[in-house]
């Protein structure tokens, strides 16, 4: 199993650009979801989901999208980069049930300029 | 939401046990504790979780206590590779089984 993947590892935007952070999972979990990581600060969940064709908000979802077509894969998408939006991305995921114990991708560092 | 409360930081001799607490003390009867480390910038990790009762596994132990307002999680004999930053975090089902992170404890581990 390779868990939970990210790409990119690292990316540098420009103001108003777009740009899609890819999460894969092989592990056959239901829930995943997207955290953002401020310098110095805890994770603030983005969005999450369920299961394939739902989604849900999480603490700070301004500026984001997802979309979740399949069980593997929870891509998000930023539309219109802004510099607020520099930080460091982790995807995670967990079966439904039982410990609810995530499982975190390695992250993706965004620099936003 | 219960909130968790942690000291921004801890050092911890080498081969000791490392104590860290938590205060989470508008916790609900439905709601678990959960405890992770995040090492260097990488992904946090699971470490343990519970309800109630104190529960070990092969990396630590959690006391929680009994009015479930704090809890302990205890490395055994800390390494060098223990030094991370620790969240203790609860689980509500009330909003999804969202998990809060806060910023942690920094434990450092001093040879």
């Known amino acids: 199993n390779a868990g939970v993947t990210q790409t990119p590892k690292f990316r540098i935007l420009k103001i108003g650009q777009s740009m899609t952070l890819q999460c894969t999972q092989d592990?056959?979990?239901?829930?995943m979801y997207w955290y953002r990581q401020d310098p110095g600060m805890g994770l603030k969940l983005i969005y999450y989901?369920?299961?394939?064709?739902?989604?849900d908000k999480g603490e700070v979802p301004n500026g984001y999208n997802v979309s979740r077509s399949t069980t593997e894969d929870f891509p998000l998408r930023l539309e219109l980069a802004a510099p607020s939006q520099t930080s460091v991305y982790f995807c995670?995921?967990?079966?439904?049930?039982?410990?609810?114990?995530?499982?975190f991708g390695p992250g993706t560092r965004l620099t936003v300029t | 939401d219960a909130k968790t409360t942690q000291p921004p930081s801890m050092d911890c001799a080498e081969g000791r046990a490392a104590n860290l607490p938590c205060n989470h003390s508008t916790i609900s009867g439905n709601e678990y504790v959960y405890w992770y480390r995040q090492i260097h910038s990488q992904g946090p990790q699971y470490i343990i979780h519970g309800l109630k009762n104190n529960e070990t596994n092969e990396m630590a132990s959690l006391i929680i206590t009994e009015d479930r307002k704090s809890s302990t999680l205890i490395l055994p004999h800390a390494t060098l590779r223990d030094t991370a930053v620790y969240y203790c975090i609860v689980r509500s089902e009330n909003t999804g089984n969202q998990f809060y992170f806060g910023t942690g404890t920094s434990l450092t581990v001093i040879p």
């Open positions: 995670a995921s967990h079966l439904a049930g039982g410990a609810y114990e995530q499982y």
């Open positions: 592990m056959n979990h239901n829930y």
């Open positions: 989901s369920v299961g394939a064709g739902i989604t």
